[in-house]
């Protein structure tokens, strides 16, 4: 079985290394779409051609990042690919299997032969801390061990899919008989994919969340990026839109649950919103 991840970056080179990484120790292959990066992402992401990435693709940025847009790209790549399943995720994740003593590739054959055709995660969202506010570095996931779950719906994370199955009987617009069905993220800003036929597996696999290593990252990241405007517009990007440099600020140690390992991570009670927006 063939699994490709769908990976889109903009100035990304904190993360494409441990991301691109995990992904092929996890039986999976990547293929990049970089947003006109102007740091050393490129540069880094080269290096694992051949190695895990199987394909890397420019999409132009013209100054403004546009979600939207990426993620109808990756509707297409995935219609277009030869893989089995796609996986949908940004490079300041860590995506895990169920269990520490599997793949995530592993994984998702027993689901499709089970008949599942589609996988959620559940969220564990990493901090710096006001005891330990910087992690800027390539050890970030050794010293930056504080976390809380993160869930707004249910479910929060659906970005797993089986290639859904040709047609073979006649079906209204917009499905065209004989042809195959595209999986469809852009609806939901990339949190969970649909598609005719669609059986979720019913327990979540996992995700570590680094959503910044440090303020300075964060205002890198968030403060100085310019958003599509209709996008905030409808609601998209919610507090990454809307966060100031002096709005930024650190939960304590005490506010978050110490990490121990994969198979340990807590997902009872989760936060709904996340500390930076509770803080606008």
């Known amino acids: ?15 494409i290394d441990a991301c691109v990484e995990n992904l092929v120790s996890q039986g999976i292959e990547v293929y990049l779409i970089d947003n006109e990066s102007t740091d050393r992402t490129l540069e880094l992401a080269q290096r694992h051609v051949g190695n895990g990435i199987v394909g890397i693709e420019t999409f132009p940025r013209d100054g403004t990042y546009r979600w939207r847009a990426i993620l109808e790209r990756k509707e297409q790549l995935a219609d277009e690919l030869d893989a089995d399943w796609f996986m949908h995720l940004d ?10 003593d599997t793949t995530l590739a592993e ?5 499709d032969g089970r008949g599942y055709n589609a996988v959620n995660f559940s969220e564990f969202t990493f901090m710096p801390t006001q005891e330990a506010p910087d992690h800027d570095h390539g050890r970030f996931q050794e010293t930056m061990r504080w976390y809380y779950p993160y869930k707004t719906n249910s479910p929060h994370g659906l970005k797993a899919w089986r290639k859904p199955v040709r047609s073979t009987r006649r079906l209204t617009l917009p499905l065209i008989a004989g042809r ?8 939901s800003g990339g949190h969970r994919v649909r598609f005719r036929g669609l059986r979720a597996y019913p ?5 570590r969340h680094y959503l910044f290593l440090s303020i300075p990252h964060a205002i890198e990241k968030y403060v100085e ?3 599509d405007a209709e996008e905030v517009d409808s609601g998209w990007h919610q507090w990454r839109a809307r966060v100031t440099a002096s709005a930024l600020r650190l939960p304590s140690t005490s506010e978050l649950r110490p ?22």
């Open 259 to 280: 990490y121990e390992s994969d198979d340990l991570l807590d997902p009872s009670d989760p936060r709904r919103q996340h500390y930076v927006g509770q803080w606008l």
């Open 107 to 111: 994984a998702f054959a027993e689901l």
């Open 91 to 100: 490079t300041d994740e860590i995506r895990l299997p169920p269990r520490a």
């Open 1 to 15: 079985m063939r699994v490709i991840a769908l990976l889109a970056t903009y100035n990304e080179e904190r993360f």
């Open 203 to 207: 327990h979540s696999f996992r995700m």
């Open 225 to 227: 990026r310019r958003y």
């Open 180 to 187: 195959r069905e595209t999986a469809r993220i852009a609806w």
